[in-house]
């Protein structure tokens, strides 16, 4: 049967169950004899990861080398190895001369790029018993690899008469963490990066840091800015816990604390940033589509819910079982200034709590001052809470067993929607959230109103919801 091209066979290359590291080691033996371009490697290298660290890597780095998109995806995941390059002679053992190995000399390699991968192996960065103080070899020291170093793959060794010279690898650790980046500062490359991972852009996620970051405990092996992207990254795509181990290098239980210190500290700090906005703010904020037909509109309101794990206990699964949604949820209200910001989110009921009752015991009526008007759906039938305080309620209009509505009903419910839609987008926003949008572990219900009021914070920390124009 014939062999297989190498450009097939890295094309069909998956890394499957396997360590990152044998993944790294067959895709090297395959690439020596590949026609592709660097552009195609990075992308089939990509292609054949495992998730999640698939998703992690970009698509291609065009400015750099293959080499450095391989270390990337090692580092990444955790590993201890690195990929550089050497030069060395056929069948001579590779023995560096220099204090550290991880200094890649360079290639001069062809203009097809199809010669790049000719001395590639895995570079051993600290190896003292290599070479002597003075940079000569030892002549009583021997250089040889036992069968856990000899990456290279036996089906690989048949007709030796088409292939290069071998390729030897050498492992051993990488260099100590404190000289290596933290993970904030791989991951977070760009807006695109960072809306990723934790929903603010860059900047405001620096300005974020860098007011948080003296609360930070002392014990903690991980820097503040980790520490906090952990926790972001948590809210963000709602990874499990032993994900989240991995990426930073930690115990589970070590990620458990970190969580549970974060979500206290950052939910003290930055509740400020849940105004309540002066009436003379909102007028002065106010958007074209609202002063058109809704001028004196004080906030938007709105319930929602998320999915809550089924708890063991009976009675709590009565009273968080929604029949809306046919499942557990936690509900809460979340009221938003004309301009989109949210002014107001409550703490979580039990999904079987009304819209009336949530708003009545929430706190909500509180902020309401006579001469306040507030936008609701149907739902909200709080009209004669609202009157005691003289403010004024503007729902859609109800067809009250009638057969349509009026000329006049249609056109200003159809207003009202169009004013109505954009608290919907503020809640897509909250939405964005995982931790919310997806199903609420059980073991977080005791910290769910704090992480409701972070994840509202964070998004008024974005960029405008609404167009004044």
């Not at 105004?275 to 002063?291: A, D, G, H, Y």
Request: charged share 25%; net charge negative; glycine share 4%.
């Amino acid at each position: 049967m014939p062999t297989r091209s190498p450009d097939v066979q890295i094309l069909r290359l998956r890394q499957e169950n396997r360590s990152v590291e044998d993944y790294v080691s067959e895709f090297i033996e395959l690439a020596h004899f590949a026609s592709m371009s660097t552009e195609c490697l990075m992308i089939f290298f990509r292609g054949g990861l495992s998730e999640p660290l698939s998703s992690l890597m970009p698509l291609h780095n065009r400015h750099g080398t293959l080499e450095d998109y391989i270390n990337q995806a090692l580092l990444l995941s955790g590993s201890l190895f690195t990929v550089g390059v050497v030069e060395k002679e056929l069948h001579e053992p590779v023995v560096s001369t220099q204090p550290e190995l991880h200094v890649m000399p360079e290639l001069h390699a062809e203009p097809a790029l199809t010669c790049l991968f000719l001395s590639r192996c895995l570079v051993l960065r600290d190896e003292p018993d290599l070479m002597d103080v003075s940079g000569e070899p030892d002549p009583s020291s021997q250089t040889f690899h036992d069968a856990q170093t000899q990456w290279s793959d036996p089906a690989m060794e048949d007709h030796t008469y088409s292939k290069g010279p071998t390729i030897t690898c050498v492992m051993t650790t990488a260099p100590s963490s404190k000289s290596s980046l933290s993970v904030a500062d791989v991951v977070l490359k760009d807006d695109a990066d960072c809306l990723l991972y934790t929903g603010i852009p860059l900047l405001e996620f620096r300005t974020l840091v860098s007011c948080l970051q003296h609360f930070a405990p002392t014990s903690s092996s991980l820097s503040a800015e980790d520490q906090i992207l952990l926790t972001l990254m948590k809210l963000r795509q709602n990874f499990v816990i032993a994900d989240l181990a991995r990426r930073f290098k930690m115990s589970p239980g070590q990620v458990s604390k970190t969580l549970k210190f974060w979500i206290d500290a950052i939910a003290e700090h930055t509740q400020d940033l849940i105004p309540w906005l002066p009436r003379e703010t909102i007028k002065s904020t106010l958007p074209q589509v609202f002063m058109d037909n809704f001028p004196n509109t004080t906030c938007v309101i709105d319930c929602t819910e998320s999915v809550l794990q089924k708890a063991k206990n009976l009675d709590s699964r009565t009273e968080s079982y929604s029949h809306y949604n046919a499942n557990n949820t936690v509900k809460y209200l979340v009221a938003t200034a004309p301009s989109g910001i949210i002014m107001y989110i409550s703490e979580a009921y039990g999904g079987k709590c009304s819209d009336r009752f949530i708003t009545q015991n929430s706190g909500f009526l509180d902020h309401l001052r006579p001469g306040d008007e507030v936008i609701g759906d149907r739902g909200f039938t709080i009209r004669d809470l609202l009157e005691e305080r003289k403010v004024r309620l503007i729902t859609p209009a109800f067809t009250r067993k009638k057969c349509q509505l009026t000329n006049e009903q249609v056109t200003r419910t159809r207003r009202i929607a169009n004013v109505r839609i954009h608290i919907e987008r503020a809640i897509r926003r909250l939405k964005v959230y995982r931790i919310l949008s997806q199903t609420v572990p059980i073991h977080f219900v005791p910290k769910i109103d704090k992480i409701l009021r972070i994840c509202a914070a964070l998004v008024n920390l974005r960029g405008e919801l609404i167009s004044r124009t």
